[in-house]
DNA sequence: GTGAAAGCGCTAACAG
DNA sequence: CTGTTAGCGCTTTCAC
């Protein structure tokens, strides 16, 4: 087990006192009037025997970590995947480390971990914020900390933001169905009063009443296993024959109901027009390719990386800053109207 | 700003001394001869006021982080974060979190990542081992740490192993193509010396072998950009007329691939066979469905996780383990040797 | 039974 | 220009 070295150990071999070390690793050599000669010395030996400050050490002295806390709902979802990807390599080239919690949309679990993040002295926190979190999240805001919000908006939470036009993007989508000649238009979404997923219902709802169509909704429970959430479907399709276009307010809640079809002996396409909120499960490859509105994954991991660590680095507050990215609607063969040529790729 | 409470602050108003304070939140108010009284008071004060321990100082006072750093190729590929999700999952639930890094395969990147978690003082490592680690690998686990490599062997690195067995897996996923008459089997794979990807090539060798086929083999550069890949795999495809299945040995390319065959007029199934190892992609949902090789994800995570915690809460240091977990060979469509009828799900 | 004090590895006043 | 020193918040030895 080979020692590792500390800043004690260097300077002892150089001669030289700690703080002239610390110094010179952080460019404050000049403010503190170094000898260039000496400064090439040091950093030359350090380089030499490969020495990297204790950043747990750093941190407790400085109160930085250098790190940044990012609370998504689940890290295996891709959509949120992706966008901890992006975080991680930009943060990265500006030494920030990211850390990951994974909420399951879980109020309790997500404040244990903002407590967690908290505890280990996180610079910033990038929040995909489940409900029930507004007050810690205010907190910390409160405290001090930089905080940026994206993917669903906390009304009345007094923050950055980076959020996506829930309500056009599904407008656009249910209007297309209404384009497509499809007249019993349902949509299919989850149990929740999560802001994001009430814009998409409003924006159902709005295109629904342009046209003067029934609307119907079907709310799925969070939590439920996914052989359920199929049955679930399938029931409300069976219940409502009339139905001939669906609207999934998410990725998961489609696949489950593209199984609902299948169990039915549906067509997608044929049978039933379908069109999803989140283009991230390789739709363009199913059978048929399922229509689809594409959120902006890379662009919000770019903005919210961007914001924070601009936060980071200029101690000067800027007013809060809320981005609304635009999504984009991507039609393809499930919303066809009129029964489908056989398609094999 | 609400200043955040330190143990000095509970010893003050408890008019007790920081280490009683210290012992009873450790669980050693017995050894030490606290008074249950007296510990039910500190305990129940510190819950009352919210106090928790900054994680940084424990950190640097014991050399303890209770963070594990787990080393994926990209975290936005969802076999790495379904296995990221299991992961984080169970070692939290013993109290330790987690921190990743994406390596993109590249030496430098990992190496880099590798020497961050260890200033973080990560306690314990959990790596898929781009090429070149090795060395660094092997001097971690000469300095003491507890090590798991996952998905990737490393032959002559002795440490905790998670593997799958590529080679079986490959095997019966190429004989499923000999077996449903198949007589012109190709493979598509990663230019990598990658002990994974040549194990999966061997199975593949194995059973064209066994068979008296003809082996062709393509391999494509791993950092090639999605469309160039496409490209390599549309011109080895156009100048072997007599494929009539291909094998890939990973999700990526399949995908490329899939694009390839389209490109080409072809269809899958029709005009091509295919078979894919890793099922981590709805592949159930395209069209045609595609036969795949399933990596048990949960499994190796659990394995990955249970090794680990074992090893950073027992101090005997037990023989290291190498596990090989079966993969499971699914059949669909896309390796009908016959002509398929028309498939809209 | 309890508390003072040293120390983990580093930073940053401050003194010289 | 350089070094001494006092913390950062916690753990733990050892003396009372």
Redesign the interface.
């Known amino acids: 087990?080979?020692k590792?070295l500390v800043i004690k150990d260097i300077a002892e071999q150089l001669q030289v006192s700690k703080s002239t070390i610390s110094f010179v690793l952080n460019g404050k050599a000049r403010q503190h009037g170094i000898s260039i000669k000496l400064e090439n010395k040091i950093l030359k030996y350090v380089e030499k025997v490969g020495y990297?400050?204790?950043?747990?050490?750093v941190?407790?002295s400085t109160g930085k970590?250098k790190?940044i806390g990012m609370l998504v709902e689940?890290?295996?979802?891709?959509f949120f995947?992706?966008i901890?990807?992006v975080v991680?390599?930009s943060a990265l080239s500006s030494g920030y480390?990211?850390?990951?919690?994974?909420t399951e949309n879980d109020t309790v679990q997500a404040i244990d971990l903002l407590?967690?993040f908290?505890?280990?002295?996180v610079d910033g926190y990038i929040i995909a914020p489940p409900p029930g979190t507004e007050n810690y999240i205010r907190?910390l805001v409160?405290?001090?900390f930089p905080v940026v919000v994206f993917d669903r908006d906390v009304p009345g939470l007094d923050c950055d933001k980076v959020l996506i036009d829930n309500f056009n993007g599904a407008l656009q989508a249910v209007e297309h169905l209404v384009d497509r000649q499809f007249k019993n238009i349902a949509m299919v979404t989850l149990l929740s009063k999560q802001n994001q997923m009430e814009e998409r219902a409003n924006g159902y709802l709005k295109a629904l009443n342009d046209s003067g169509l029934v609307q119907r909704i079907k709310q799925i429970p969070y939590d439920l296993e996914k052989s359920k959430c199929v049955e679930q479907i399938r029931r409300f399709l069976a219940g409502q024959k009339a139905i001939d276009a669906v609207f999934f307010s998410t990725n998961y809640l489609a696949?489950g109901g593209?199984e609902a079809?299948?169990q039915l002996g549906?067509?997608?396409?044929?049978d039933i027009g379908i069109v999803v909120f989140d283009d991230n499960?390789?739709f363009e490859?199913?059978?048929?390719p399922i229509s689809a509105v594409a959120q902006p994954v890379k662009q919000i991991g770019e903005q919210v990386t961007e914001i924070m660590l601009s936060r980071l680095q200029s101690n000067t507050p800027a007013a809060f800053q809320r981005i609304v990215l635009k999504t984009n609607f991507i039609a393809r063969e499930s919303t066809l109207s009129q029964p489908?040529k056989?398609?094999?790729?």
Not at 118 to 121: G, L, S
Not at 342 to 345: Q, T
């Open positions: 087990m080979m590792k990297q400050p204790s950043r747990i050490a941190g407790l970590s790190t689940d890290i295996s979802d891709p995947s992706s901890a990807r991680e390599r480390r990211v850390i990951y919690g994974s407590q967690a908290r505890n280990h002295n907190e409160a405290d001090g696949l593209i079809i299948r549906l067509q997608v396409a044929r499960t390789n490859l199913f059978s048929p489908l056989a398609n094999v790729f």
